[in-house]
C-alpha cells in the first residue's frame, strides 16, 4: 500500500473532526477568538440548536482585508510570535487560542461567512463553503470587529449529522459553553440568543472582587452569591482566587465545580479530587459543594497544547496545584467560623408559607381556633366553663421540654451573641434562642456532634486522645469477620481513647472509651467502627482514614436527641458552638442550626 498526501479539504475535514464535534465547539472557537481580539460585548445567536445557523458578533479589533484571506487558512494566527532565535515557544502561551485552525475547520464542513472591520479601516466580506473559498470583497460593517455566520453545519459531512444530539440538547450544550466563559470574563457583555429567544444576558461587571461575585451568582444562582466564601492563597509564583460554597449549601452532583486556568475554563480531575479533599470533614461522600475556583500560574509551568479543543491542561508539578487549592480551600472555610448556609432558613420559610398555597392573610378579629380539634380548648370555651376550668384546660396543652430563664441583664447580653441566648428546648431534641433581631433553632445532636468532632481532631493533633476506664467493661456482639477486623487495630484504636479487646470468637469487649466523649453509646459505635473498617479495606491505616473514624466516635458520642437539657447546658452548647469552627454544619454537611429573621417572620404573620 502506497503513501500519498492528503488534498488539502481532507486534511481540514480530518482537522475538523477532532476541534469541531458539535455547535457548542464552534461557539467556543469562535467566542474564544472574540476575546482574544479584545471584545467587550460578544452576541451569539443559533437556530434549531446551531445545526443551521449560528452568528457571532463581537466589537473587538476586526481584521484587515491581507489578515482576513490568511484567517481562513489552515496554522495561519496571531496568537504566536517567534522570539529573537525566530522560534515559536509554545510553553508560553498566554491567549485562549492559538492553533490556527478553528475558521478553515469550521469552513471545511459549513457554509461560513465572515463580516470584518478594522478600528479605522475598511469593511470586507468572505465566504467559505465547503472549503472552497469566494471573496474578499468590500462590505458594510457599522463599527469595528467582526461578525461570523456559520450555517449548514456538517452539510458537507452528512455522517457527522446522525451524532448530534437534538436541538434542545445543543442549545443547552451552548449555554453551558458560554456561561463558562462568561465566569472567566466578568469585564465582558455577553448574549445568547435562540430562535429569538434570549437565554443569556450578562451586562460587563468591574475587574474586582464584587464584580466577580456578581458574575458568578448570576451564572451559578443567586443562592451561590449569598453563601460564597472568598478564596486567596499564592505559593510559588501559583495564585488562586475564586469563590467556595459553605457545606451546608451542597448538591446531590458535582456540576457546579469550576476551575479556570489563567482564564481558561478547563475540565480536570484535579480540581475534583481538591474540593473532596478540602471539604472531606463536612459532607458526606454523595454530597458536592458549589466552587469557582480561578488559578493564575506562569505559562511555563503549565502545559495548554494537550487536547485539540484546549478543554485539558497538564500541570508542571501536579502535587504543587492541588495543594495549593486544598489549602486555599481549607483556609476559607475555616474562617467561615459557624455560619450556614441561608438556603436553610429560606427552605424553612418557604415550607411555612407554602401551606397556605399564597401569601399570608393576616388573622382578623372574628377568627377562632378549631374547637374540635382540641377536647380540652373546646371545654375551656363551652359557656358552663369557669375561669379555673380555663386555666386548667390551658395547663394540659404541651409545654416545652425545658425553659431557660436568666436576669435581664443577662438575656441581654447572651441575646446580642451571634447564636442568641436559649429560651426553650422543644421535643428534647431543638433549642430554641432568642437573637436581637430573630430567633436560632438548633439541632442539639448535630451541633454537639461537630463540637466532639473538632475536639478529637484538636486533641489528636497534640497526642493521643486519652481514655476513661468504665466501671464495668461492655461486651459488644459482633460477626466473627467483624471481631477479626477490629482485633487487627485494636493498638491504632487504643490511640484514640478506645480501649478493646478479643471476647470470644463473635465479641469485643471495651475497657475504655475516649473521655472527651462522655456517655457514649459504645455498641453502637464499635458497630459503626467495625463498618468503617470493612467499607476502608485492609491496606490503609486509621489515620489515614482519620475523618471517618472520629466522625463515627463523634457521632455516638454526642447529646442524643430526646435528651433533656437545663438552661446553662443550652447555652453553653450555643457559646461553644460560636468559638469552633465549622460549628455550622454537622459532621455529614447537615446544618446545625436554622436562623429565622424578625422580618421574615413578621412576614409570615402579615405584619409587614
Known sequence: MRIHRLPPDAVNRIAAGEVIERPAAVVKELVENALDAGAARIDVEIEHGGKTRLVVTDDGCGMSRRDLLLAVERHATSKLTPGADGDYDLMNIATMGFRGEALPSIGAVAR???????????????????????????????????????????????????????????TTAIGETVRRLAMARQDVAFTLLSSGRKIVNLSAETLSEDGRLKRLAAIMGREFGENALAIHAEREGARVTGFAGLPTFNRGLPDKQFLFVNGRPVRDRLVVGAVRGAYADFLARDRHPAV?????????????????AKTEVRFRNAAE??????????????????????TTSAYALGKMSAQSGGPVT???????????????????????????????????????????????????????????????????????????????????????????????????????????????????????????????????????????ERFGEDAVMVRE???????????????????????????????????????????????RAGRRMTADEMNALLRQMEATPHSGQCNHGRPTYVELKLADIERLFGRR
Open 112 to 170: 461560513l461567512s465572515i463580516t470584518t472591520r478594522e478600528n479605522g479601516g475598511e469593511a470586507h466580506h468572505l465566504r467559505v463553503e465547503g472549503g472552497a473559498l469566494e471573496g474578499p470583497a468590500p462590505a458594510a460593517f457599522g463599527g469595528h470587529g467582526a461578525r461570523i455566520e456559520v450555517r449548514d453545519l456538517f452539510y458537507a459531512t452528512p455522517a457527522r449529522l446522525k451524532f448530534l444530539k437534538s436541538d434542545q440538547a445543543e
Open 292 to 308: 469557582a475556583l480561578f488559578l493564575d500560574i506562569p505559562a511555563a509551568l503549565v502545559d495548554v497544547n494537550v487536547h485539540p
Open 321 to 342: 496545584v492541588r495543594g495549593l487549592l486544598v489549602g486555599a480551600l481549607r483556609h476559607a472555610l475555616a474562617e467561615a467560623g459557624h455560619r450556614a448556609s441561608t
Open 362 to 500: 393576616p388573622l382578623h378579629s372574628h377568627y377562632r381556633p378549631s374547637l374540635a380539634a382540641n377536647p380540652y380548648i373546646r371545654d375551656a370555651f363551652s359557656p358552663a366553663a369557669g375561669l379555673n376550668d380555663r386555666q386548667s384546660a390551658f395547663e394540659n396543652v404541651d409545654r416545652p421540654s425545658a425553659r431557660a430563664e436568666a436576669s435581664p441583664d443577662e438575656d441581654a447580653i447572651s441575646a446580642e451573641r451571634p447564636l442568641g441566648a436559649a429560651r426553650a428546648q422543644m421535643h428534647e431534641t431543638y433549642i430554641v434562642s432568642q437573637t436581637t433581631d430573630g430567633l436560632v433553632i438548633v439541632d442539639q445532636h448535630a451541633a454537639h456532634e461537630r463540637l466532639v468532632y473538632e475536639k478529637m481532631k484538636s486533641a489528636l493533633s497534640g497526642g493521643a486522645v486519652g481514655g476513661q476506664g468504665l466501671l464495668l467493661p461492655e461486651v459488644v456482639d459482633l460477626a466473627s469477620d467483624e471481631a477479626d477486623r477490629l482485633e487487627k487495630r485494636f493498638d491504632e484504636f487504643a490511640e484514640l481513647g478506645l480501649v478493646m
Open 513 to 559: 472509651t475516649p473521655a472527651m466523649l462522655g456517655e457514649v453509646d459504645i455498641k453502637g459505635l464499635v458497630h459503626a467502627l467495625a463498618d468503617d473498617l470493612s467499607s476502608m479495606g485492609e491496606t490503609l491505616a486509621l489515620k489515614e482514614r482519620l475523618e471517618e473514624v472520629c466522625s463515627s466516635m463523634a457521632c455516638h458520642g454526642s447529646i
